[in-house]
Each structure stands twice: as structure tokens, then as C-alpha cells.
């Protein structure tokens, strides 16, 4: 069974090589999607793959089964920048490589850290996400933010955690809320919906409140 890794960046220079780095030894070749990087992400990819292309950016699910399609191998692992493969998860993949699956896709669960800190209430653990697939058994859908992934098939679980380092500072924080906000008006402005006082305010409210009491959030 080979796998082939993928990534899409955009100026990941400071967080991308814990993720090449986890990649070595489980996968038969890196790809690595960037959508024209100001920083050394692209120059930091390259000591790692020469499978780097450069894309503008269009949307989150577009570059990545852009980048999809640029594997050689049947078995994708798909990565964030900002994430890497746990020592456990690592093992229990090279152990699949010897095998042969009888599934579709694997899920994994997700391990989230803020600002340094394990998340382990608020619906951010164990936030188990598919990311080892067929090529030809899943693709990527939605168009601006929330890409899923629709498979084809069964799919299992697995026991090893991804590490996502989600923001490395308050700075950071507000710059991808602000992003996403963009991106958020982009789709409602898209499918022509008004932007109105319930997605302003009580939307945020609501969201806050779930995460904070119904997901156990305080505890946290």
C-alpha cells in the first residue's frame, strides 16, 4: 500500500515543517499545493519534496483535490499545514501500509491545542476527522469554508491523534477570524443571502453558549 501526502499552503513558513517532518517514512511521496507563498514556505517545502506547485488560490476544497489529483499513489493522507502525525498515529499507518485494507477511507481523531494548550472540552476533542482515503473513493466539497470530505464507502477508525496547533498567538487568533469572516460574506454574498442582525449577533451568541456549556467548554 503506498500513500502519497498532501498539503495546501499559504505562508506556512513558521508551522509547515513539523508537518513535512511527521510525513517521512509513512509516505511514498509529498505533495505540496502552495497558492503563491510571500514567505519561505515554498523554498522549505522543497528540502523535503520536489513535488511543489504553485495555484492560485481559489477556495479550501478546490486546492485540495487540485492537489488530489497531483498524487501518484492509489492511498491519500491529507495533512494541514498546522498539524502533524502523532508518534502513535505514525505507527499504526506504517502497520496499514502492510496490509490491505478493506475500506474506503480511515478516521482519526484530532488533538487541538490553543495558544499551547490541549483543548479537551468545547466539541474540540476528539474532532475525528477523515484524512486517509482512496484517491479515486473521496473528494473534497464546499465551496468557501467547512470543506468535507464525501467518501464512498466504509470507513474505519484509527487510534492515533493528529496534532493541530490551531493559532500560535491572539494575533494570529484575529487575523483567521477575520479571514473566515471574509470568506463567510463571500458565500453569503454568492448565494445572493443578506447578511442580517441574526448572523451579526445572535448567531456568535449561540455559538459561544453551545460551546461553552452544552460541549463542557468551562471546563476548559
Not at 129 to 136: E, M, P, T, V
Not at 150 to 168: D, M, P, S
Request: some cysteine; charged content about 30%.
Amino acid at each position: 500500500m503506498e500513500i502519497s501526502a498532501v498539503i495546501i499552503t499559504f505562508n506556512e513558513e513558521k508551522r509547515l515543517e513539523p508537518a513535512l517532518k511527521s510525513l517521512a517514512g509513512v509516505a511514498s511521496e509529498i505533495i505540496v499545493v502552495d497558492s503563491f507563498s510571500s514567505d519561505g514556505t515554498v523554498k522549505l517545502a522543497k528540502k523535503y519534496t520536489k513535488d511543489v506547485f504553485q495555484r492560485k488560490w481559489t477556495n479550501f476544497s478546490d486546492q485540495k483535490n487540485f492537489a488530489n489529483n497531483r498524487a501518484s499513489f492509489p492511498w491519500i493522507l491529507s495533512l494541514d499545514a498546522d498539524e502533524r502525525l502523532s508518534p502513535e498515529l505514525r505507527e499504526e499507518i506504517l502497520q496499514i501500509k502492510n496490509e490491505e485494507p478493506d475500506c474506503s477511507a480511515f478516521s482519526m481523531p484530532r488533538q487541538v491545542f490553543y495558544l499551547g494548550k490541549w483543548i479537551r472540552h468545547s466539541g474540540w476533542y476528539p474532532d475525528r476527522k477523515i484524512r486517509l482515503f482512496q484517491k479515486d473513493k473521496a473528494r473534497w466539497e464546499g465551496e468557501y469554508i467547512h470543506e468535507k470530505l464525501v467518501v464512498e464507502g466504509n470507513v474505519q477508525k484509527l487510534k492515533g491523534v493528529i496534532h493541530h496547533f490551531t493559532y500560535r498567538n491572539i494575533s494570529d487568533h484575529l487575523a483567521r477570524v477575520d479571514k473566515f469572516s471574509e470568506l463567510g460574506a463571500q458565500k453569503l454574498y454568492t448565494q445572493k443571502k443578506k447578511c442580517r442582525l441574526y448572523h451579526l449577533v445572535f448567531l456568535p451568541i449561540f455559538r459561544c453558549a453551545k460551546s461553552f456549556f452544552l460541549k463542557a467548554g468551562f471546563l476548559g
